[in-house]
């Protein structure tokens, strides 16, 4: 196999904590690595040459080639799984290491469904064709939108099957994030019992993330604070665009302010604060509107992992801890309602737009309005002459939201025209998965690419589904 012209120079710094963060291992080979996917303009980014033999790209995208240079590892992490703790790790993943760019950026590169490790707690360590699948559309429709997110650089297939509910092919995503570090990572450690490793990791995350927080009289607060404005940014753009992550674990919390996983993910069709999709949350832990205070929940596990670090009094610790986290509403709050000041064209901030806001959703709730679409369809010279829009409710609103003046252009720059429609990923998925056909998958990936750009071409992905979507369901792909 020809290796001179593959040039990818790996870093590894996360291998240089403690090795009790990590195990060294070997990806598991597999039989018949075949590239599916393969993100050109990624690859750019990172300025890793992938024209190059497909046997050979194939090769190390699936594992089974590790280049000079790279250290497959699997991190450790524990995480609270809705609500209860757990000792948790990469199941079926391996940081090979990480790639700085031409522009001086650091990036893991993480094999995901690249087969067992000790962390995998009696999994397969392998990943479904169709998760990983969803998870390069939907990582890079955020992107798109853009919203931090981890992204995808190649979908590999193993010629293996993998067994869940029945025989599914099996597949290998590279992932790429700022890193893995996460609000688990953090956990881990704490559990640990070891302030000096806690104080490593801290120092780690600080000199990787948030180096201008080295020379801070506290920076362990300032890291706190850091993460929690990082947090409240994203989950306010998750709320402008109707996204619901669906298994917000603190295992699934990047300290970087990234989306990460994106297992049983959804976007809204008919808005509803209620709305959950996936399969495994009964209760509505994660529902759509309950995303910021799950959040909030989140951070303050974060936040008692650092205590020892914020003061050697506890009392002094918690206070200042709790003091941070109360800014988390607030700060929320405020990028929240920017950002659909923003969707709704509004140029100047005024004491209204906190409640025409709020009607608007009231209104859309009760009749079922779609997410998308509405806010689209206000950022138009006209509405279309529908049926919803004459209501009377609607009608009220509309008169007063026009005493303000907005901006159609600002609305524009912001309102999607398309988002990854659940009922669109799925077509695609099952033509690739079922069929053997990328085709639909492909043209998707192209309509979401530009995302607010009205392309008469791609006007069937504005459409929702024929009928309600309230039985879809979506699965984590363990």
């Known amino acids: 196999m020809e290796l001179d012209s593959v040039h990818w120079k790996f870093e590894n710094s996360y291998a240089e904590l403690p090795d009790v963060f990590f195990t060294k291992i070997q990806p598991t080979p597999v039989q018949a690595p075949q590239v599916v996917l393969l993100n050109h303009e990624l690859a750019d980014d990172l300025g890793l ?16 080639v590790i280049l000079p240079g790279a250290l497959p590892l699997a991190q450790a992490y524990a995480g609270h799984q809705f609500g209860h703790f757990a000792r948790l790790g990469d199941g079926r993943a391996n940081l090979l290491g990480e790639i700085v760019t031409p522009r001086g950026a650091r990036y893991d590169l993480q094999l995901k469904g690249s087969g067992p490790t000790p962390y995998s707690r009696r999994g397969d360590g392998r990943a479904t064709l169709g998760s990983m699948l969803r998870e390069y559309i939907i990582s890079e429709a955020m992107h798109a939108l853009g919203v931090p997110t981890t992204r995808s650089l190649a979908v590999v297939t193993t010629g293996e099957p993998v067994f869940r509910e029945r025989p599914l092919p099996g597949a290998i995503l590279t992932r790429v994030a700022s890193s893995h570090l ?14 000096a490793m806690l104080q490593q990791l801290a120092d780690y995350t600080i000199d990787r993330h948030f180096p201008e927080l080295a020379s801070e009289a506290e920076p362990y607060l300032a890291l706190l604070n850091a993460v929690i404005e990082r947090q409240a940014q994203l989950i306010a753009q998750w709320m402008n665009i109707g996204f619901v ?51 909030q929940w989140n951070l303050t596990r974060f936040a008692e992992t650092l205590l020892p670090l914020l003061s050697a009094t506890p009392e002094s610790a918690i206070e200042k801890a709790s003091d941070s986290l109360n800014g988390f509403g607030s700060a929320f709050n405020s990028h929240w ?7 709704l064209g509004l140029l100047t901030s005024e004491p209204e737009d906190l409640t025409l806001v709020q009607t608007l959703f009231s209104w859309m709730n009760k009749v079922g309005a779609d997410f998308t679409n509405t806010f689209h369809d206000l950022s138009q010279a006209q509405l279309p002459k529908t049926a919803i829009y004459q209501d009377a409710d609607f009608t009220e609103w509309f008169n007063r939201w026009q005493m303000h003046q907005p901006s159609r252009p600002e609305m524009q720059s912001c309102n999607p025209v398309r988002i990854p429609r659940n009922h669109r990923v799925e077509e695609a998925l099952s033509a690739a998965v079922d069929h053997d056909d990328y085709i639909p998958l492909k043209r998707l990936l192209t309509a979401l690419k530009n995302p607010f750009d009205d392309a008469p071409e791609f006007a069937e992905y504005t459409l929702p589904p024929l009928a309600s979507d309230s039985g879809y369901k979506t699965f984590c792909g363990t």
């Open 245 to 295: 992550h669906g298994v917000m674990n603190t295992d699934n919390v990047a300290l970087t302010g990234e989306t990460i996983d994106y297992g049983p993910c959804a976007f809204l069709n008919q808005y509803s604060p209620n709305k959950v999709f996936s399969s495994i949350d009964q209760n509505g832990r994660y529902a759509f509107g309950q995303q910021p205070a799950i959040a």
């Open 49 to 64: 040459n992938v024209e190059i033999e497909s046997s050979t790209l194939a090769a190390i995208l699936s594992g089974n």
């Open 337 to 343: 309602l920017k950002g659909m000041q923003k969707k």
């Open 182 to 195: 996460r609000v688990g990572t953090f956990e881990y450690a704490a559990n640990l019992g070891d302030l």
